[in-house]
């Protein structure tokens, strides 16, 4: 795997590493390996790596380092990489992933799960001691549909993710208006659904995040722009929808629909933030009156055109939206006592889709 140099620039002050990843179908470069400022918190791109087409989701493992990305095509791959010295090294060719389409992945123990949207349906493979991957992949298949003909004629899994205790994990499907918690198998890798969720039907959830207190879930709908607070019970593995708000935007021409991507809980605890494309606005909810109660304190553009991802620095300090229509990564200073972004810079990553820090 060759790594490829795209403008490399200097600059004062790198503290950490991030990794993008873009579309390579859309123009992309692959994953983007940047340098962080530690004063500006700019990003300075050192090497593009293409490890898989369209790697629209990234995670890094906290124990082992290794940087994992999916190749969201038809076929569906996933790759381990090592960071090393500013740039990336494979652990081995990409793996099958077992489904069609994986938007999201995450290390849950010794195993990395997908959620594959195109097949409607979370796998599982196994991570070795080094952190490379070995197949075959053990699949769990989602069920059901909903209202929306064109969107929901079957299952689409957007999401997967381990709850903060690591006893359960969470999958997100749009077509079927559902959240499902799995309980899974760290042996054999074997998924089994617990529990199931059902949300307003034609809704479309497409994301959540957990609160720190490891209590509220906020799951975003993509199809209706709504976000639904609901209670977490670990003990149980039960997710109990609260309340509904709504996502809303002034402004925004007739006949443009607000498609809501993704939510993410400062590090703090004191606010949840939800990126909307079609406004291409980023929507600041303060926690002031409890997790379970957020209250709408300020909306401001994205900085480009359709945020697909946002994700703040490791201090909560700087937020970055990746904005994949308009191909740049933007950066927003957060005001330490309101919460509200304020734009100081951005770097052209053509069709980018994620980014996280090392």
Request: proline letters at 7%; aromatic letters at 4%.
């Amino acid at each position: 795997m060759d790594a490829v140099e795209h403008g490399e620039r200097t600059g004062p002050g790198a503290g950490s590493w991030a990794y993008i990843g873009s579309f390579t179908s859309g123009g992309g470069r692959g994953i983007t390996v940047a340098a962080v400022d530690a004063d500006s918190g700019a990003l300075i791109p050192r090497t593009s790596v293409g490890a898989v087409e369209n790697p629209s989701c990234l995670a890094l493992a906290a124990g082992t380092g290794v940087l994992y990305a999916v190749g969201d095509t038809e076929r569906g791959v996933v790759a381990a990489l090592r960071p090393s010295g500013g740039g990336l090294t494979a652990l081995g060719p990409a793996v099958e992933a077992g489904g069609s389409g994986p938007t999201h992945l995450c290390v849950a123990g010794r195993r990395l799960l997908t959620a594959n949207y195109a097949s409607g349906s979370v796998s599982s493979l196994a991570v070795g001691p080094d952190g490379a991957l070995s197949g075959p992949p053990v699949v769990l298949a989602h069920q059901g549909s909903g209202p929306d003909a064109e969107r929901q004629a079957g299952p689409h899994a957007h999401q997967v993710l381990p709850d903060p205790g690591g006893r359960w994990v969470l999958g997100v499907d749009l077509g079927s208006d559902a959240v499902r918690v799995l309980a899974l198998d760290q042996t054999s890798g074997a998924l089994r659904v617990h529990t199931e969720t059902a949300l307003r039907a034609g809704s479309g959830p497409r994301h959540l995040a957990f609160h720190p207190d490891g209590e509220v879930v906020y799951v975003l709908h993509e199809l209706e722009p709504q976000m639904t607070v609901c209670r977490w019970d670990p003990a149980g593995g039960l997710l109990e929808p609260l309340t509904e708000v709504v996502i809303d935007a002034d402004g925004v021409p007739e006949g443009v629909r607000l498609r809501p991507s993704v939510v993410h809980v400062s590090p703090d605890g004191r606010f949840v933030r939800a990126a909307v494309r079609g406004s291409d606005t980023i929507l600041t909810f303060s926690l002031a009156d409890g997790a379970e109660k957020p209250q709408l304190t300020s909306v401001v553009d994205c900085g480009g055109s359709w945020p697909r991802d946002l994700v703040t620095d490791a201090g909560g300090r700087r937020l970055y939206v990746s904005n994949e229509w308009s191909g740049d990564v933007t950066w927003f200073d957060l005001d330490p006592r309101t919460g509200e972004p304020r734009r100081a810079g951005a770097v052209e990553i053509p069709a980018a889709a994620c980014v996280v820090f090392s």
